[in-house]
């Protein structure tokens, strides 16, 4: 497969920190959280990128849940419940997050699935399920409950607590959207490091896989998406940028988005819903029951269910029968569908296939001729029929070298390792875009007549995170201001109605004119009230804080040094020019990254002003003093510089009170009573299978502990009245839990279980002490066999080199003799000893007394190993050859002079051996010396170094 080995080029990119306690939960995780299923990867020590599997061992997992018989159920599960009670099965919840009960979103679902009990929710003016008479869940419960569901299973895989994650997001979700999903990961227990746009994470994946196609150039790629729900187009670029973030100059690739396209209700499930509503024509064509499929919930569930099995057979075949039986009335359903028919009945939607790549190209102000590839992505792909429209239009190959299911995950996981604390990856920058411009409005007065003014905070394609500063400097009473979506024309009217209220929120400002007075007290001037607004990595807009800035002159004199020459400056970046400004005006920080907006921006130009005044006037404090030229005009200079003025920046909060339209997130009392709903519900099911597993382990344990008993091997190692006593409360334990017991409590069953668990304890010891035993006993006597020749050979070799001393070799066979003795014992008790008698022997006792006697040998392996034997002085041969030379020699020194007789003295020094005996060889003569074969040398060594 192309992606089999996607976590070994995964590991060359990530760089996993040494530092790992499993009890503080290093990994993370990201969700990839769709309309019809849900994918969760995970990244942990070792372990850069990995896909977490279900209990199933699927990849992916259906975004269900379902409620039957005080039980809960995910996945698989939950759909097969939903076959046969459609209203106790909730699925496509994403559509449904942040509505209203009057979005037309909420009204296709409801005309999708008519057997749900849809109920507003007055309080926050969004929807609930009604499961029953005392039961509700709201969008943000069941999406909790999938979501701590997809968190169990990451825990899973990575064997350790997991708490923070990166959530993916379709691109186009509103304020309200995505709030609503982070309030469902906190209902989960989840730390969200990040909403992560689909398309974004998709192409951070892509990114990741062909960075060595990126280069300084910028080049542009089309991902075409086409999921269950929804369909998305996005052009994005990949460059390398320099960044300047670490204090000096880097280069890192980076993926931008620049233009998007989607179509709201264009998916999968729109096709399977055509199919769906033709097999219930067909049926009811047939006249097999009086009663229509139409009004049957179960019967159109079951449709639901077998159009979706033939959509994707038909992607790959031209036809394929369609059967389901028991339809409804207990008769069978089976047509023949061919592609030409589905593309027939969806050929309205294959039309619409390209409307959001002609969207995205107008966003993005690029032509198709600028795009290297598209790349589909998506199960909606898949269609021939979608696949044909496409590349008619875009008159390129359509490319499918990416995985269209786990891409997205893939994207974020990374995403989520680089955001965390646990990991260091390689950086690759995304610059996410804003779908929806975001502009405030307020009234103003001019010249007795109230004027509307509009100001854009966030324009169409702006990146994010930035933040934006809003100055207002014509009010002097308390003020409100709307916060609202702006420049929308280019959305038809049905994705205007989708989504949903297009005043996000009011703020009201209080005590402006104390606060004005206070500064105007004090002789300062007003330079305006600053909102500072922030659009976070998750898209979500926040109004950090509210304040206003004056102004005021003071006297400075050359004490007040670099304070108020820094105050100076700020202030006049933020009065700007020495006339007063006129109109409101949006600021942008210098700094694009986002940082408590509350604290003063840093400004590069500003510091480096500072800095230049700093060392000009220490520069000055430090030159000699000029000859006095005139006393008089020195004292004028000095008078002018204590009289110089300088401009103190005042600032003074201001009260803000916003008020939220639209879908309101769960507050503080409504998110605690979800809370414990939810909690109450995860207990349940932990309980629920702790009780299970009891269960399962009690029962096969009684199966078990039968089969034994029936074995030989068991029946030598137990008495007859042993024997009885466990069979009899086997028995009677099974009997019960086939009569009596099958609804009793976890505890109950734990209890069972340990008891029986005591009453065979003793049998289950003693035959594995008889299994185990001839490999412990084989084992010690050959350890026996090599410690006596590793003796003979320590004896021999001492007499040539004092490797040991006497000690250690009287230690060693002390050692011996005493492993001897024990192993007599051992094997007349065992002789002597009953099998279905106590043991008297323990295996790990005896593995203990072979581990004192292969300490001690490796001891002295070790001694050996380090030793080196000493240098002896060795005669030259040419002072050997006569006597009569040597003499020679001796009465030539004495006449050379002292520095020639030292010369000749070095020269004949004795030098060492050519060459020392090796560690290994010491080890090999030590080991090997008196032994008759080969054969016998290798055994030995093998034996000496044998551990049980």
């Not at 639901?304 to 038909?314: D, N």
């Not at 024997?723 to 069953?749: M, N, P, R």
Request: charged residues 30%; contains cysteine; negative net charge.
């Amino acid at each position: 497969m192309k992606f089999k080995n996607i976590s070994l080029i995964a590991l060359s990119l990530f760089t996993i920190c040494l530092l790992f306690d499993k009890s503080n939960g290093l990994a993370v995780m990201s969700v990839d959280i769709g309309s019809e299923w849900f994918k969760v990867a995970i990244v942990s020590p070792g372990v850069p990128m990995e896909i977490a599997l279900n209990k199933e061992s699927k990849r992916k997992t259906p975004v269900a849940i379902a409620f039957r018989n005080d039980e809960r159920t995910f996945g698989e599960d939950a759909q097969v419940v939903g076959v046969r009670f459609p209203q106790n099965c909730f699925s496509y919840i994403l559509d449904l997050l942040g509505k209203s009960i009057d979005n037309p979103m909420v009204q296709l679902y409801k005309k999708r699935f008519p057997y749900h009990n849809i109920v507003e929710d007055k309080e926050r003016n969004t929807i609930m399920f009604q499961l029953n008479e005392n039961t509700t869940y709201t969008p943000e419960e069941l999406l909790a409950q999938i979501l701590y569901h997809a968190k169990e299973m990451a825990e899973k895989s990575a064997t350790q607590t997991i708490k923070e994650a990166v959530i993916t997001v379709p691109g186009f979700f509103n304020q309200a959207e995505r709030k609503a999903v982070l309030k469902a990961a906190e209902l989960a227990g989840i730390k969200v490091l990040q909403l992560f746009n689909d398309y974004a994470a998709v192409a951070l994946n892509y990114g990741i896989f062909h960075s060595k196609n990126i280069n300084d150039t910028a080049h542009y790629i089309m991902f075409y998406d086409m999921g269950a729900s929804t369909t998305t187009a996005t052009v994005v670029s990949y460059q390398n940028v320099k960044t300047k973030e670490r204090g000096f100059v880097e280069t890192h690739p980076q993926v931008s988005i620049v233009g998007v396209g989607y179509d709201r209700t264009l998916g999968g499930i729109e096709f399977q819903i055509r199919l769906q509503e033709y097999f219930a024509r067909e049926f009811d064509a047939l006249k097999k029951t009086p009663n229509s499929v139409f009004k049957n919930p179960r019967a159109m569930a079951k449709l639901f269910k077998e159009a979706g099995r033939v959509k994707l057979i038909l992607s790959a075949n031209s036809e394929f029968y369609a059967q389901v039986e028991g339809l409804i009335d207990e008769h069978d359903f089976k047509l023949l569908v061919t592609r030409e028919k589905f593309e027939e009945l969806c050929a309205d939607l294959f039309e619409r296939a390209v409307n959001p790549i002609k969207e995205a190209l107008k966003t993005s102000a690029l032509t198709m001729d600028l795009m290297t590839q598209v790349v589909l992505v998506g199960a909606g792909t898949r269609v021939p029929k979608v696949q044909d429209m496409l590349a008619e239009f875009v008159k390129i190959e359509l490319s499918k070298n990416i995985n269209t299911d786990e891409a997205a995950t893939l994207g974020a996981v990374y995403k989520a390792a680089d955001l965390s604390q646990g990991f260091k990856v390689k950086k690759f920058i995304t610059k996410d875009a804003v779908l929806f411009p975001i502009q405030v409005v307020f009234d103003r007065n001019s010249n007795n007549k109230v004027k509307q003014v509009k100001r854009t905070l966030f324009s169409k394609m702006n990146a994010f995170p930035q933040k934006k500063i809003l100055t207002f400097n014509k009010h002097t009473e308390d003020f409100e201001f709307n916060v609202n979506y702006a420049d929308l024309d280019s959305l038809p009217a049905e994705e205007l109605e989708a989504l949903g209220n297009l005043n996000i929120s009011v703020i009201k400002l209080k005590g402006v004119s104390e606060a004005l007075s206070k500064h105007a007290k004090e002789s300062a001037e007003s330079k305006g009230i600053k909102a500072h607004f922030a659009l976070d990595e998750s898209g979500i807009l926040n109004l950090i804080n509210t304040e206003l800035v004056s102004e005021k002159t003071s006297l400075a004199t050359e004490e007040e040094g670099t304070f108020s020459k820094l105050g100076s400056t700020i202030s006049k970046f933020f009065g700007g020019s020495e006339d007063k400004e006129t109109v409101e005006k949006v600021e942008e920080p210098v700094k694009e990254n986002i940082k408590p907006v509350h604290e003063e921006p840093e400004y590069p130009e500003l510091k480096k002003e500072t800095e230049d005044k700093e060392k000009e006037q220490k520069k000055n404090e430090t030159k000699p003093e000029k000859p006095a030229e005139d006393k008089s005009t020195n004292k004028t200079e000095k008078a002018e510089k204590e009289k110089k003025p300088t401009i103190i920046t005042l600032k003074e909060p201001i009260v803000s009170e916003e008020t939220k339209f639209g879908p309101l997130p769960l507050e503080e009392s409504q998110f605690t009573k979800s809370l414990e709903k939810i909690k109450a519900l995860n207990e349940f099911d932990k309980e629920k299978t702790r009780r299970e597993t009891a269960l399962n382990n009690l029962e096969s344990f009684v199966i078990d502990a039968q089969q034994k008993l029936e074995s030989e091997e068991y029946k030598v190692a137990t008495t007859p009245e042993e024997t009885e006593k466990i069979i009899k409360s086997c028995s009677e334990v099974s009997e019960w839990l086939y009569e009596d017991g099958f609804d009793a409590t976890a505890d109950v069953y734990e209890e069972k279980l340990a008891s029986l668990k005591t009453l065979t304890n003793e049998l289950y010891e003693r035959v594995f002490e008889h299994r185990e035993r001839p490999e412990v006993i084989k084992g010690m006597k050959s350890m026996l066999n090599g410690s006596r020749v590793f003796l003979h050979n320590m004896r021999n070799l001492n007499k040539s080199s004092e490797i040991f001393t006497d000690v250690e070799i009287e230690t060693l066979e002390k050692v011996i003799n005493e492993t001897q003795d024990y192993f007599d014992l051992v094997k007349r008790t065992f002789a002597e000893t009953a099998l279905n008698a106590a043991v008297p022997f323990k295996v790990r006792d005896m593995a203990n007394k072979m581990a004192l006697l292969d300490r001690e040998v490796k001891y002295l392996l070790n001694k050996a190993k380090i030793w080196k034997p000493k240098q002896e002085p060795v005669v030259n041969a040419t002072e050997n050859a006569t006597a009569g030379n040597k003499t020679k020699d001796s009465n030539n020194s004495k006449s050379l002079p002292e520095s020639e007789k030292n010369k000749t003295e070095e020269e004949t020094k004795t030098v060492p051996d050519s060459e020392t005996e090796s560690t290994d060889s010491q080890e090999e003569k030590l080991v090997l010396e008196g032994s008759d074969t080969t054969e016998e040398k290798k055994t030995d060594e093998e034996t000496i170094h044998q551990e049980l």
